[in-house]
């Protein structure tokens, strides 16, 4: 069953430094999104990726945060100069359309613990 | 707002005992509903959805309606087993695009 794939699984990154989180999802997928989780706090929104640009975003996602497609098969979150607050679960999810009902397939996420 | 607020957690309940977890949103309008769900260690996975009102998602025993008059999406399962135990997320279309807005979620732990 094909699936969304994330790597790492789990990053330690010294505050100020850049990290790159990476995502393949799934091959025939169109849209494409990340979301984040603090530790014991709800899943949220960060940005939406279609045709090669940002569709939407949060106003988590600031001017820290990039995304990037770079080929045909993966998926980027960048951030530039990690805060503590910037801990988190970081998914990446992937779907076939931006419908009503379009499930939106998630990866097993990436730990990030800013130190 | 936009929003959607689930029942706190945990949920402690024994193998065979009826669940259910209480969601409502706030939205303009009909959007998709969804439950999602996070076995330990894993990711994210649809567990059943709905795209208008009074439809009625189900998968692996586990129920939801969607019922538009109370603006809610309980989940509902008759008999729950140890392999439940996870944590439950609601989580509803946003109004542009294909975003999802999730609840808090709740953790289900099911004992033998």
């Known amino acids: 069953e094909p699936e969304v794939t994330q790597t790492p699984s789990h990053q330690v990154t010294q505050m100020g430094q850049e990290v790159i989180l990476r995502c393949v999802p799934i091959s025939n997928h169109l849209y494409f999104y990340w979301y984040r989780q603090i530790l014991g706090q709800k899943v949220e929104f960060l940005v939406s990726?279609?045709?090669?640009?940002?569709?939407?975003k949060s106003e988590i996602f600031d001017d820290q945060f990039s995304v990037e497609r770079p080929d045909g098969s993966n998926f980027t979150l960048k951030i530039r100069s990690t805060k503590l607050e910037d801990s988190a679960m970081y998914f990446c999810?992937?779907?076939?359309?931006?419908?009503?009902?379009?499930?939106?397939?998630f990866g097993q996420g990436t730990r990030l613990t800013v130190v | 707002g936009n929003s959607v607020t689930q029942m706190e957690g945990p949920v402690t309940l024994s193998e065979e005992a009826f669940l259910t977890i209480n969601c409502t949103y706030t939205?303009?309008?009909?959007?998709?509903l969804f439950w999602y769900v996070q076995y330990p260690g894993e990711g994210l996975q649809l567990l059943l959805k709905a795209t208008k009102a009074d439809d009625k998602g189900s998968n692996k025993g586990f129920e939801a309606t969607y019922r538009k008059e109370t603006t809610s999406f309980h989940l509902e399962k008759g008999s729950v087993q140890v392999s439940d135990s996870a944590v439950y997320f609601c989580?509803?279309?946003?109004?542009?695009?294909?975003?999802?807005?999730f609840g808090q979620g709740t953790e289900l732990s099911v004992k033998p």
């Open positions: 989580a509803r279309r946003g109004n542009q695009g294909g975003k999802l807005i």
């Open positions: 939205a303009t309008g009909y959007p998709s």
């Open positions: 990726f279609y045709n090669n640009e940002i569709s939407e």
């Open positions: 999810a992937s779907s076939d359309g931006g419908e009503r009902g379009t499930e939106a397939f």
